[in-house]
């Protein structure tokens, strides 16, 4: 926790667990727990689990200029996103490549919520922001409980009324054991779930609460090293971690591009000049690889670094492997190189293991998306 310099409130909770709080984003993350990650990620595949995501940065933009400064700043089309609705959008740099993603809560006609991970869009938003009439406020007293899983609507179903007729990407503020909350129907896990956006000092209380009155459900405590198991079958990109910040072009500055990463859905269909905007369109069918899966043989998971080869050379590499018990498969994200990306192809992957695998398909887990989008 060295670097840390954002503090959970639930820290005391997170080391009972056996937590040692490294250090993600500036605040202490409970990447592990005693026991098996496994056990975490089949709860939330199969019942519900609750995790601390507190660590992603809340920054509120209030004020008249608020709209066009996300409108510039960001890949989605603002006025379409109205009071209650949110999106997940991206944002550019001038040459047209990645720097980070992001998911945008409208919560009055000029106010918005902007939740960040560890890229450059909230330092781009903050400077953009000088010389316009908008108020940047970064909230580090709002705290993130996501209690994600098909059994997460039953729980809050006993507690919130109306909850299962929110709708996927929408929030309400409402109350939760008699705290005021904002429960958004989103999340990163590939599951029917909710983040409970609280206040620092009520979310002890919110969290006890769930686990206690939980746990006839099934429902647990979730370490953050679940969710690189959940985003590997449900293709949910970490940044850095699968960006050519951490895996580089000889010769060329880190960045890619949105068709690279498959994230050029979200430019929203109506969406006008933005940064970066022009240089996505030029850069599209210019690509130096594909995000796309792998599925290996055998029972073991292949370790982020990890090569894949076929015709005698290196096609890519593996950015994060998981192994599900629930289903027997060995699946990883990779950067593949674009005439290997397509379903079936024959890889072998080298490094911490070596096996053959085939490139396929993501997501892996409910390639519809019909659970997270359930409806009742």
Partial sequence: MANSWRFSALGDRHRALGSKLEDWNGMGTAWTYDGDVADSHEAIRTR?????????KKVHYVGLHAESLLEYATSRDISKIYPGKSSY??????????VDDCVI???GPNAFMVVHGTGAGHEMLVRSAQGRQVAVLFDDDLHDLSLQGPLAVDFLAEHVPGIRDLPYFHHVQTRLFDCPVMISRTGYTGERGYEIFCKAADAPKIWDTILEQGASLGII?????????????SCLLFYPFDNSELYPFADEASGDTLWELGLDFTVSPSKGEFRGG???ARLKGKERFRIFGVLL????????GDTLWADGKQVGVITEGMYSRLTGKSMAIARLDVPYAEQGVPLEVRGSLQVQAIAHTMPFDDPEKTKRTAKG
């Fill in 48 to 56: 519900a689990g609750l995790m601390d995501v507190s660590g992603l």
């Fill in 105 to 107: 809560y409208r919560t």
């Fill in 297 to 304: 043989e055998g029972e073991q998971a292949a370790g982020a």
């Fill in 221 to 233: 405590p979730c370490a953050f090293s679940a969710l690189d198991q959940l985003r590997v079958e």
């Fill in 89 to 98: 959008a991206t944002m550019l740099n001038e040459a047209g490549k990645f």
């Fill in 278 to 280: 022009y240089e996505h």
